[in-house]
């Protein structure tokens, strides 16, 4: 055995090592039986070294071996001793005996004494730690004081080892439950499974599970039973037991054990003298917010029911309730699950405490009251873009061959300015086929004249004015293939810059145009809004290349014709904008705001919300 062997001041050795939960924490009772072994085999082992003052043995708090609990002390009047536990606390952490000197914390007087932890092992397992308390000595006489306690406990040894079995049971009982309840099987049957599980672990005749349902409890299992008659005497006298139990919130014991409540248990002597059993004990089932119901355990034999039987009931009980509340919780139907989350919100609103939950609620009423009161404007939006009131097409006068293109789409033009040229050669040579055409005939009427044939100067006569008009028409193809802008404005289409060479044909399209200063709001309005709309109404257009000003305008046409996007229906609304400024360039796109009324925020806000919600409900049949 390994041992630590050091001499500090009692607050370096207590405070400095140990943890300060030894003996603080809350731990499950320790059986009377366990108890009763361990303080006896303390008792005879301070008796046996002589000059102990005290002695103490520390037991795990629970199967897991975190922290320590105080098991035993010598003498029985010896109360908590904050030195001994920290070096309990060492030895049992480090598995290694301590022999430390430390002024005694029990004694006024402060005396200092030797303090001698011992660690209980087995098979790699640390079980206990026994510290003893006892006056100065030389180093031989503590190892000798060591060595008998390391005897000693060879007996220690067995019992904790019991100990520690009894509570690894328990850990695995939990688990099972544990498991049984996970299952997705029907709450009476998986309750059944359990019943049958604790009535074998505690060797219980009957074990009965009770739900509570409403302000009365209904027996849900049976052990050994898998279906029963709610009608039977036994079972009216188990849910009154249970109702018993419930009400008083512990646990009832008839006959009365320790650990128990000292309250009525009327129902429970009843079960008694009916032959039932000759103990009963009932457990609550409890969460941190509620009861949700009963275990009622029945014995022929009342010597297995104890304190620490009662003990390990609670526990279980404590560890399944959470579970037991879920299962119940998933059996029940949505409307139950949704009225008993509305009758848990209203008892926490009207009930006693939960105050912050009560300011939030009083908060998001006052919150709620603001919004239906305060009046605001009830606008609808929609994506808006900018175009000219007018727009004019330039096409191609005569099919040709480009030749110049002065301009293209996005330029800002002045009236008669030059757009392009397409290539006149052949229509001049054709103008000058034609002007030799009408000197030949020119030359004709002459000679008719001078002849005073009337026939041929009527002929020649008529040549001439037809080759005049054709000399006409030539002149104005010829002027017509310079393009040029018909008024001051903006080019929206047509680029001809790569274009030249390109042939083309008569009337085909080769430009558009928009006046300057004159532009309109075309706006896309969803179909679930366009009811809202009215011509004259007024509203506020913001483009995304001036997001910093808005620009009023007026609703002049409802277009009655719907487009389908991927957005769904939408109708074209136009609006004439009021003041428009300088920098407006057709094509700017934007998000327009059309103001229909007045209404409250609440309203304004989730009216689309409820216009959905309206529209779906009916098509569901509602």
Known sequence: MQQDIASSPAAQSADGGGRSGTSQRRTPEIGRAFRSAIEQWLDWQCRMVGGVQYGFVYVPADAHRIGLQLAASWPDSVGHSSTASGYA????????????????????????????????????????????????????????????????????EKTLIGLHTDRRGDARTTLQAVGLLATPAPTPVVAHQLCNLIAERFSCTRVALGLASGMQVQLTALSEQVSFDRRLDLVTRIQAAMEECIDQDEAVCEPHRNGTGHGLRRAHKRLCESGDGAAVCSVPVATEQRVIGALTLLWDDADHVDETVISRLVDLMTQLAPVLELKQRDARSAWRRMATGVRGLTQ??????????????????????????????????????????TQQAIVAPVDGYLLTAAARAGDRVEKDQLLATIDDRELRLEQQKLQSELDKHAKEYQEALGARDRAKVTIAQARMTQAEVQLKLNAEQIERTRLLAPFSGTLISGDLSRAIGAPFERGQLLFEIVPSGSYRVALQVDERDIAELAVGQRGKLRLASLPDQDLA??????????????????????????????????GMHGVAKVTTGEASLLSAWTRELIARVRFWLWTVGY
């Open 348 to 389: 926490r609103l009207f009930g006693a405490g939960h105050f912050k939950l009560k300011m939030m609620v009083v908060g998001a009423l006052a919150l709620l009251l603001t919004l239906s009161l305060v009046q605001t404007e009830r606008r609808v939006g929609a994506d808006a873009s900018l175009e000219g009131t």
């Open 89 to 156: 606390d060492k030895a049992f952490e480090n598995r290694r005996s301590l022999l430390h000197k430390a002024a005694d914390d029990i004694d006024p007087a402060g005396e200092v004494r030797d303090f001698i932890a011992f660690p209980v092992t087995a098979a790699d397992r640390s079980l206990g730690v026994v510290v003893l308390v006892t006056e100065i000595r030389a180093e031989a006489q503590r190892q000798a004081v060591l060595r008998l306690v390391e005897w000693g406990a060879v007996w220690l």
């Open 553 to 586: 305008f007026e609703v002049s046409r409802i277009v009655p014709l719907a487009t389908a996007d991927a957005g769904g229906n939408r109708f074209r609304v136009e609006a004439e904008l009021l003041s428009p400024p300088h920098r407006l360039r057709p």
